[in-house]
C-alpha cells in the first residue's frame, strides 16, 4: 500500500525528483553559506569598501579640477567628477565581488567542499545559478554601503534611484559573477587565479567608461575608444548609472543580458562532468 503512494508523490514533482519546497531549501542553504562566509571575513568587506572610496576621495579630488563632466545623458547638468565615476566604482565593487565569489569555488574545488555540492541530486545548473545568486546578493550589499557612504560626500542621486538601480545592480552582478564562474572553470590550482583575476579586471574596468566618458576617449584614442565600445563592462558601468537616474539604457540592457546568459551557459557548460573542462583536466590528469 504504501509503494502506490511513494510512487504518486514522486510523479507530482518535477523530472529532477524534488519539489519546489526542496529547491527553496537548497537555495536558502547555499545562500546563508555564502552570508556567513562573508560575515566571517570582516577584512573582505573592508577591502571592498576601501578600494572605491580611496578612488572616490583621493583619486576624484585630485581630478575634479582637470577632469570636467560636460552635459551627458543621464545628466541634464553639470556634473562632479565624482558623481560620474560614482556608477563605475560600483560596477567595480560588483566585478572585485564577482572574482572573489568564483576564487572561493577554486578554493572549495580544492578542498572538496566543491565535489560535495556538485554530487548533490539537484540540477547541475540549479546548484550553479544557486551560487551566482548568492555571489550578487553580497556584493549588492556591498554596493548600497558605498552609496551610504558616497551620499555623505555630495554624491546625491534621487532618492527613488536607490530603489530603481537595484534590478541594475542584480543584472550586472549576475553578468560578472557568471564570468568570474566561468573562468573558475578554467583553473586548475588557486596559485593561478590570482593572475587570471589581474588578466581580466583590471582591462576591463580601465577600458570602460568607469572613469571617463566615451566621447573623450574617442577624442584621445579611437582604438581604445572601440575597444570600450566592445567591453561588457562599459554596459554594466551605464545600466548602473542610468537606473541612479530613473533611467533605463536599453542598448545597455540588453548587451548585459546577452552577455548574462553568454557566461553563464558557458560556466554551467564548463562544469558540466561529462562535457565540460573539469571532465578534460581529470582525463589529462589535472588537478579539477
Known amino acids: 500500500m504504501s509503494i502506490p503512494t511513494q510512487t504518486s508523490s514522486f510523479t507530482s514533482r518535477p523530472s529532477g525528483g524534488f519539489g519546489l519546497a526542496q529547491y527553496g531549501a537548497c537555495l536558502t542553504g547555499i545562500m546563508l553559506r555564502e552570508g556567513l562566509r562573508f560575515l566571517n571575513q570582516r577584512e573582505r568587506f573592508i577591502s571592498s569598501l576601501v578600494r572605491p572610496l580611496l578612488w572616490l576621495f583621493v583619486f576624484a579630488a ?141 582591462p576591463m574596468y580601465f577600458a570602460s567608461s568607469a572613469l571617463y566618458p566615451l566621447w573623450r576617449i574617442q577624442e584621445s584614442s579611437p582604438l581604445l575608444f572601440h575597444i570600450c565600445q566592445a567591453n561588457p563592462f562599459t554596459y554594466a558601468v551605464e545600466l548602473i548609472r542610468f537606473a541612479l537616474y530613473g533611467r533605463i539604457d536599453w542598448t545597455s540592457l540588453a548587451v548585459v543580458c546577452g552577455f548574462t546568459v553568454l557566461f553563464l551557459g558557458g560556466a554551467i557548460l564548463a562544469y558540466d562532468p561529462a562535457k565540460g573542462l573539469l571532465s578534460r583536466k581529470r582525463d589529462t590528469g589535472g588537478n579539477g
Open 62 to 202: 585630485g581630478f575634479r579640477q582637470v577632469l570636467g563632466v560636460s552635459i551627458i545623458p543621464p545628466y541634464k547638468t553639470y556634473v562632479l567628477y565624482e558623481v560620474y565615476i560614482t556608477p563605475g566604482l560600483a560596477g567595480m565593487i560588483l566585478l572585485f565581488s564577482g572574482m572573489q565569489s568564483s576564487l572561493s569555488m577554486v578554493y572549495d574545488r580544492e578542498m572538496g567542499n566543491m565535489r560535495t555540492l556538485l554530487v548533490s541530486p539537484f540540477p547541475r545548473w540549479f546548484l550553479l545559478v544557486s551560487k551566482l545568486l548568492a555571489g550578487v546578493a553580497v556584493s549588492v550589499v556591498q554596493v548600497y554601503v558605498f552609496l551610504a557612504i558616497a551620499w555623505f560626500w555630495s554624491v546625491k542621486p534621487p532618492v527613488i534611484g536607490y530603489l530603481l538601480v537595484l534590478p541594475a545592480l542584480v543584472l550586472a552582478g549576475m553578468m560578472l559573477c557568471s564570468l568570474g564562474m566561468l573562468l573558475s572553470s578554467m583553473i586548475r590550482q588557486l596559485e593561478n587565479f590570482a593572475g587570471i583575476m589581474n588578466f581580466v579586471i583590471f
